[in-house]
């Protein structure tokens, strides 16, 4: 008898950023079978992106338990999640290389035949770059979430393509989207906000991101009597999922913004209540937007091009420029598009996952347990591939430990933790301070 069905379904969700446990926690809660208590444990895989105390409020995620681990010792904790403590449902909420090593490394902790759980996986949000290397490092898992029925398509057409099994693809929608409807322009004294959806690392230059910083400071001093926010992910010092080398909060302290301009940090969703304009790049927080039915514009400035992922918003009818914008234009989406992007905001949102829980259900109530993980990179058909990846995370060819790894039987004590977080700072002020001096030497 799956645990499930005699005390609260018990989920553990692996995370390494602050986006990622957001997405992974929240997904956690949406997929699990309806009407069922769930008890739910995050591990923090200890990395670059790890998120700080500060990130973790921001998100608004609770969990009953949660705590930073390495890849080891992870696996360690998995190993000995039996009986009463066994987990019903394990979210990966991981980069591709660190899902693959995860699938191997389980795959041997349960390779004695134990009661397992299910494996769910999926991307925080627009799939952009990498489609084929990130799917089939994903590969293996029991559920591959596709947050759109584009997404859905493309997924199965990469692995029915490499003759892969695609019945793991399971169409969902981002985790993250609701809140009230855009109500229209304010009345009284709230003033029409515009809201610049910052992104760590796009643009990447420090030329393209001084641009974007000074075109919206403009639009601010050509309309005095709106508040432009520039909405921020991160503190300095502070990693999210992507490197961000030049954090606009340095690029600002050479400007002169006026008093209608300022930079906003918090939850997203509360942002956007009162955002009468959303424009970015090409953020995942752009469908948060539509799904809100706010007025929303994805930049042409820089071009549209893969690099940035505005290209997927191609079809959309929210590409538009500054000049556009301080001229007054006011973007209309197109119904098609917004519709097979998983944003649903008739009232479609609320059945997006029943399909992902029906699936979770069958699973948790299969006949002699699921059977063994089989991701389609193998020590046989990526014998060049995948040794690389496993040893990222201290694992060998076969998901066994590597000789050397980080010790896993205890958890740390002060000294080890002082000692990871000077590690970590020091990582830290290298990305963000001494790399870029060195690509600038270089460029002499």
Same mark, same amino acid.
């Given at each position: 008898? @799956?645990?499930?069905?005699?005390?609260?379904?018990?989920?553990?969700?692996?995370?390494?950023?602050?986006?990622?446990?957001?997405?992974?926690?929240?997904?956690?809660?949406?997929?699990? @079978?309806?009407?069922?208590?769930?008890?739910?444990?995050?591990?923090?895989?200890?990395?670059?992106?790890?998120?700080?105390?500060?990130?973790?409020?921001?998100?608004?995620?609770?969990?009953?338990?949660?705590?930073?681990?390495?890849?080891?010792?992870?696996?360690?904790?998995?190993?000995?999640?039996?009986?009463?403590?066994?987990?019903?449902?394990?979210?990966?909420?991981?980069?591709?290389?660190?899902?693959?090593?995860?699938?191997?490394?389980?795959?041997?902790?349960?390779?004695?035949?134990?009661?397992? @759980?299910?494996?769910?996986?999926?991307?925080?949000?627009?799939?952009?770059?990498?489609?084929?290397?990130?799917?089939?490092?994903?590969?293996?898992?029991?559920?591959?979430?596709?947050?759109?029925?584009?997404?859905?398509?493309? =997924?199965?057409?990469?692995?029915?393509?490499?003759?892969?099994?695609?019945?793991?693809?399971?169409?969902?929608?981002?985790?993250?989207?609701?809140?009230?409807?855009?109500?229209?322009?304010?009345?009284?004294?709230?003033?029409?906000?515009?809201?610049?959806?910052?992104?760590?690392?796009?643009?990447?230059?420090?030329?393209?991101?001084?641009?974007?910083?000074?075109?919206?400071?403009?639009?601010?001093?050509?309309?005095?009597?709106?508040?432009?926010?520039?909405?921020?992910?991160?503190?300095?010092?502070?990693?999210?999922?992507?490197?961000?080398?030049?954090?606009?909060?340095?690029?600002?302290?050479?400007?002169?913004?006026?008093?209608?301009?300022?930079?906003?940090?918090?939850?997203?969703?509360?942002?956007?209540?009162?955002?009468?304009?959303?424009?970015?790049?090409?953020?995942?927080?752009?469908?948060?937007?539509?799904?809100?039915?706010?007025?929303?514009?994805?930049?042409?400035?820089?071009? *549209?091009?893969?690099?940035?992922?505005?290209?997927? =918003?191609?079809?959309?009818?929210?590409?538009?420029?500054?000049?556009?914008?301080?001229?007054?234009?006011?973007?209309?989406?197109?119904?098609?598009?917004?519709?097979?992007?998983?944003?649903?905001?008739?009232?479609?949102?609320?059945?997006?996952?029943?399909?992902?829980?029906?699936?979770?259900?069958?699973?948790?109530?299969?006949?002699?347990?699921?059977?063994?993980?089989?991701?389609?990179?193998?020590?046989?058909?990526?014998?060049?591939?995948?040794?690389?990846?496993?040893?990222?995370?201290?694992?060998?060819?076969?998901?066994?430990?590597?000789?050397?790894?980080?010790?896993?039987?205890?958890?740390?004590?002060?000294?080890?933790?002082?000692?990871?977080?000077?590690?970590?700072?020091?990582?830290?002020?290298?990305?963000?301070?001494?790399?870029? *001096?060195?690509?600038?030497?270089?460029?002499?």
């Amino acid at each position: 008898m @799956p645990a499930s069905a005699t005390k609260a379904l018990r989920v553990a969700v692996l995370a390494d950023s602050d986006t990622r446990w957001k997405w992974g926690a929240l997904t956690a809660t949406r997929v699990c @079978p309806g009407d069922t208590e769930i008890h739910l444990d995050g591990y923090l895989l200890r990395g670059r992106a790890t998120p700080t105390a500060r990130q973790l409020e921001e998100v608004g995620v609770s969990a009953d338990s949660l705590r930073e681990v390495t890849a080891v010792e992870f696996l360690r904790a998995m190993a000995g999640a039996r009986g009463e403590d066994s987990y019903d449902v394990l979210v990966l909420a991981l980069v591709g290389g660190g899902v693959q090593a995860m699938l191997h490394g389980l795959g041997r902790v349960w390779q004695d035949g134990a009661e397992r @759980p299910v494996v769910v996986t999926g991307y925080v949000g627009v799939v952009y770059e990498k489609l084929a290397d990130g799917l089939l490092l994903r590969h293996g898992a029991d559920l591959v979430l596709a947050n759109s029925r584009q997404d859905a398509e493309r =997924f199965r057409a990469v692995y029915e393509g490499v003759g892969a099994d695609a019945a793991a693809v399971t169409e969902v929608a981002l985790p993250f989207l609701g809140g009230a409807a855009y109500a229209g322009e304010p009345e009284g004294d709230r003033p029409y906000t515009v809201v610049f959806a910052a992104q760590p690392s796009v643009p990447d230059s420090r030329k393209d991101r001084t641009y974007l910083l000074e075109r919206l400071i403009r639009h601010a001093r050509l309309h005095p009597e709106r508040e432009v926010l520039l909405k921020l992910r991160s503190k300095p010092g502070e990693h999210t999922t992507h490197i961000e080398e030049l954090p606009y909060q340095k690029l600002v302290q050479r400007a002169d913004p006026p008093p209608n301009f300022r930079l906003v940090y918090g939850h997203m969703g509360e942002v956007l209540d009162r955002t009468d304009l959303l424009v970015t790049v090409s953020s995942t927080a752009a469908l948060e937007s539509l799904h809100r039915r706010i007025p929303t514009v994805v930049l042409s400035d820089l071009g *549209v091009r893969e690099a940035l992922g505005n290209h997927h =918003f191609v079809g959309s009818g929210c590409l538009a420029s500054w000049d556009q914008l301080d001229a007054g234009h006011r973007p209309a989406p197109d119904p098609e598009w917004v519709a097979r992007q998983g944003v649903a905001a008739d009232g479609g949102y609320e059945t997006a996952f029943d399909e992902a829980r029906g699936r979770i259900a069958a699973l948790l109530a299969r006949p002699g347990g699921l059977p063994p993980l089989a991701p389609y990179y193998t020590p046989v058909t990526a014998p060049g591939y995948l040794p690389g990846i496993l040893a990222r995370h201290h694992l060998a060819p076969d998901g066994a430990p590597l000789p050397g790894a980080p010790a896993a039987d205890r958890a740390p004590g002060p000294v080890r933790q002082v000692v990871r977080r000077a590690a970590r700072g020091a990582y830290r002020h290298g990305v963000q301070r001494v790399a870029p *001096v060195i690509r600038r030497m270089g460029e002499l």
